[in-house]
T-cell receptor
Framework: DAGITQSPRHKVTETGTPVTLRCHQTENHRYMYWYRQDPGHGLRLIHY???????DKGEVSDGYSVSRSKTEDFLLTLESATSSQTSVYFC???????????FGPGTRLTVL | KQEVTQIPAALSVPEGENLVLNCSFTDSAIYNLQWFRQDPGKGLTSLLLIQSSQREQTSGRLNASLDKSSGRSTLYIAASQPGDSATYLCAVLNSGGYQKVTFGIGTKLQVIP
């Protein structure tokens, strides 16, 4: 399972509150990704990282920011949560030497 | 912009049947293509990875093929079982840039006992 954990696994919050989701990996992979999964849209890339402090936007980055101060941790922050950000969020890594992607278990976020 | 399409969106078959899931992509400049399985409420499990230089990969009852020039991949499941019921997603790792992956929406498979 590539040693990927996500926390929290479930969260309910209110509109306007800040939320931070954490992705932790144990294998020192360079590339990490945050996706959201919504019915009818599949998985959409929010942000990705190609190294410590090296991040870039994906296709649905508005309203989200990320940080990566250590190789093993990739944080996703919703500065001011909105109901449209209710979704399941997945973190993934790219295992190099094959470039195979592996996913964390997901975080179900509900914004009321 | 890369687009990945999976057909059909849903499929229901009787147990024991052989079946094919289809994936197409618009830009052939890819490093690889990966097939995943997702059970309801769960994460994604990697099934097969095909590098751009390969034509197919096999794992047990699963066989995936890749025709990069035509932008197509198929996932063949032999002798389907009820435990195969899940959503199957394909994803392409795009060449250039920083290793960005594009996903299809998936095919929801139901195998009826």
């Amino acid at each position: 399972d590539a040693g990927i954990t996500q926390s929290p696994r479930h969260k309910v919050t209110e509109t306007g509150t800040p939320v931070t989701l954490r992705c932790h990996q144990t294998e020192n992979h360079r590339y990490m990704y945050w996706y959201r999964q919504d019915p009818g849209h599949g998985l959409r890339l929010i942000h990705y990282s190609y190294g410590v402090k090296d991040t870039d936007k994906g296709e649905v980055s508005d309203g989200y920011s990320v940080s990566r101060s250590k190789t093993e941790d990739f944080l996703l922050t919703l500065e001011s949560a909105t109901s449209s950000q209710t979704s399941v969020y997945f973190c993934a890594i790219l295992r190099q030497g094959g470039n195979e992607q592996f996913f964390g278990p997901g975080t179900r976020l509900t914004v009321l | 912009k890369q687009e990945v399409t999976q057909i059909p969106a849903a499929l229901s078959v009787p147990e024991g049947e052989n079946l094919v899931l289809n994936c197409s992509f618009t830009d052939s400049a890819i490093y690889n293509l990966q097939w995943f399985r997702q059970d309801p409420g769960k994460g994604l499990t990697s099934l097969l990875l095909i590098q751009s230089s390969q034509r197919e990969q096999t794992s047990g009852r699963l066989n995936a093929s890749l025709d990069k020039s035509s932008g197509r991949s198929t996932l063949y499941i032999a002798a389907s079982q009820p435990g195969d019921s899940a959503t199957y997603l394909c994803a392409v790792l795009n060449s250039g840039g920083y290793q960005k992956v594009t996903f299809g929406i998936g095919t929801k498979l139901q195998v009826i006992p």
